[in-house]
């Protein structure tokens, strides 16, 4: 029927959020949250201001909607000149704060006060492509306003956001430099490439594990680990919170607080998951507690939070998996059902989320087909899931348990190619860490297992990494024909193409290997760390100085999650400012460098290079 259709409208969309939310925090959270309230007051009274709406709010975003596109470019505007004005007038850095505005017009899908849908997806991340202070434009909101404002625009072209392409435009603001468009390169000058040659290990090691683990940016901002009350289990831990009766009817609890009840003893069944008991949950029944306190007080690492309303005979369920130490959702759904068995709505909606539960949590999407295609096995797959977690640490420990597990994994099922693949990237992040006695032995492995996992699946990652490998092996020519022909196999895999390029890029081909990672960035929703991080190197490589240094700087002021990334950052940076005959400046960030890790040495990446 007509009523039961999704309720749907085109709207202008702003979403904002704070550039380096998560250093503040980790700096001096109490302070970054009386000025994070302070900033978006400022917001709030701008957006009523200009007849907007604030539909939605998550951590350091804001999400509002508005009637008109100039009014909404008006709007963000007037806030980061505001902002701007504010920090001026502020000594103290830490009271100071950027943000990232994105615009997009679009359809939406309307769910009681709040707005979903791509309209809302493409602004989110315009917001992300979008410079600190800056404001980014989708193409068909650009066209709207800009003969009806005094703003200056700069034409960004085709982006890749999320699953499509969207034409973005950047707002010139004061103080906000014009993004510049790639140059005529410079040939490749060999007498510099030694000084190059120091900081490649990290850079080289983070683009190789980008392939199936890169760490996305996330959708709201994670819990904070040193807060948990428990440690987290080995397992998948999640907490099953009382769903909320939409109804406005009292009376009607009992049928959100059945479903939970339901849900909770249904997964607690499940021997793969580490469920809160139902008086955990309840406690928070009623109170507005966000996702990140839920998951540091309960001890667990996802939440399942939801809403029943009922309206006649009818009963509208929702439900939502969020991962809050991630900071991700996980999975989404809407249940309509006609009222007229209780009890067996309630086992059917449970049954449901638990099989999106089993899936998400324990394996992914599609889990039980990809453990028994890719991996061999849904043993085997949870074995190699919880070493990634591991593996990404970049930690002596992390790497061990990792081996571990996955050696455990590779005595099950020797003969699948995924686990060959992560044996072979295991012996690479030993190498390039220098956790090897024997880095002959540990190459000659890696190979093996590469090979192994090509031959298996013929795909184009495995292709790559043997190209990173015969790389550290000294083997260059051997590097670059692996490099092209993944490229051949593949020429949509961003991930083994940013790897690919990255090979180039340190074998001699350098022009070849920036384009390559433009293409690779192109080619995925979201740019992870170690993809600005290895484009920078090859701008060194090609004395693109400047760009490289703006790359690496905003770079720096994103959200960088592990402590690998910021150091090939920053060793970087000391490249640049080297080079451009900074040397205080150089020097500045080798100290930053040797805070995180001091032992580290020129020597010593170099011998890992070599």
């Known amino acids: 029927m007509a009523q039961d259709r999704l309720q749907r409208k085109v709207t202008v969309i702003l979403a904002t959020d704070v550039v380096g ?107 992300a492509l979008g410079q600190p202070g800056g404001i980014c434009l989708a193409k068909n909101v650009y066209d709207i306003v800009h003969k009806k404002m005094d703003l200056t625009f700069t034409d960004l072209g085709d982006q890749q956001v999320k699953n499509t392409v969207v034409h973005a435009v950047d707002v010139s603001l004061e103080g906000v430099s014009p993004r510049k468009l790639p140059g005529t390169k410079k040939a490749r000058s060999s007498k510099r490439i030694a000084y190059l040659l120091a900081g490649l290990a990290l850079i080289v090691l983070i683009a190789a594990s980008g392939f199936w683990w890169s760490q996305m940016r996330p959708d709201f901002e994670p819990a904070n680990l040193s807060k948990y009350a428990f440690q987290l289990p080995g397992e998948p831990s999640i907490a099953v919170m009382p769903f909320n009766n939409l109804s406005g009817d009292p009376t009607q609890d009992h049928i959100g607080d059945g479903l939970t009840e339901n849900i909770i003893s249904v997964l607690s069944s499940s021997s793969t998951l580490v469920v809160t008991p139902r008086n955990a949950s309840f406690r928070f029944k009623g109170k507005a507690t966000s996702v990140q306190e839920i998951a540091e007080q309960l001890g667990v690492r996802y939440v399942l939070e939801g809403s029943v309303q009922q309206s006649g005979d009818k009963l509208r369920v929702t439900a939502q998996i969020v991962d809050a130490v991630d900071g991700k959702h996980l999975w989404g759904e809407r249940y309509d059902r006609k009222l007229d068995d209780l009890f067996e709505i309630q086992d059917d909606i449970t049954y449901q989320i638990w099989q999106a539960m089993e899936t998400n949590l324990t394996i992914g999407a599609q889990a039980g087909q990809w453990a028994a295609n890719i991996v061999g096995g849904m043993a085997e797959a949870q074995l190699l899931l919880r070493g990634r977690s591991h593996f990404l640490k970049f930690t002596p420990e992390g790497h061990r348990e990792a081996e571990r597990l996955w050696s455990e994994a590779f005595e099950k099922r020797s003969e699948s190619g995924l686990v060959n693949f992560s044996m072979a990237m295991l012996n690479y992040q030993k190498i390039l860490m220098n956790w090897t006695d024997d880095p002959r032995s540990s190459i000659a492995t890696a190979k093996y297992h590469a090979n192994k996992a090509h031959t298996m699946m013929g795909d184009a990652g495995s292709v790559a990494v043997l190209g990173m490998i015969e790389m550290l092996d000294g083997n260059c020519e051997a590097s670059n024909e692996r490099a092209e022909r993944s490229v051949e196999i593949d020429p949509s895999a961003g991930q083994s193409m940013s790897m690919a390029g990255t090979s180039l890029i340190v074998c001699g081909k350098a022009k070849e290997g920036v384009d390559m990672i433009r293409r ?40 960088i999650k592990h402590a ?39 020597a010593m990446y170099r011998r890992k290079v070599f």
């Open 21 to 127: 939310y998560s250093n503040k925090i980790e700096q001096n959270e109490d302070q970054t949250l009386e000025t994070l309230r302070a900033c978006r007051a400022i917001i709030e009274e701008l957006i009523d201001e200009h007849h907007g709406r604030v539909f939605n709010t998550a951590g350091d975003s804001v999400l509002a909607e508005f009637p008109s596109a100039v009014e909404a470019v008006l709007c963000a505007a007037e806030f980061q000149r505001s902002i701007k004005e504010r920090n001026a007038s502020i000594e103290d850095k830490a009271q100071q704060m950027e943000f990232r505005v994105g615009i997009n017009m679009g359809d939406v899908v309307i769910e009681e006060t709040n707005l979903y849908g791509d309209g809302v997806n493409v602004a989110a991340r315009l917001e």
């Open 520 to 559: 690779s960035m192109d080619l995925q929703p979201e740019t992870p760390t170690f993809l600005p991080i290895s484009l920078s190197l090859g701008l060194l490589v090609l004395e693109e100085y400047e760009e490289a240094e703006e790359i690496l700087k905003g770079t720096l002021q994103s959200k």
């Open 564 to 602: 690998v990334d910021r150091m090939s950052v920053l060793g970087n940076m000391v490249v640049v400012n080297y080079f451009k005959g900074e040397e205080k400046e150089a020097t500045e960030y080798v100290d930053q460098i040797l805070a995180l890790d001091s032992n580290a040495t020129v």
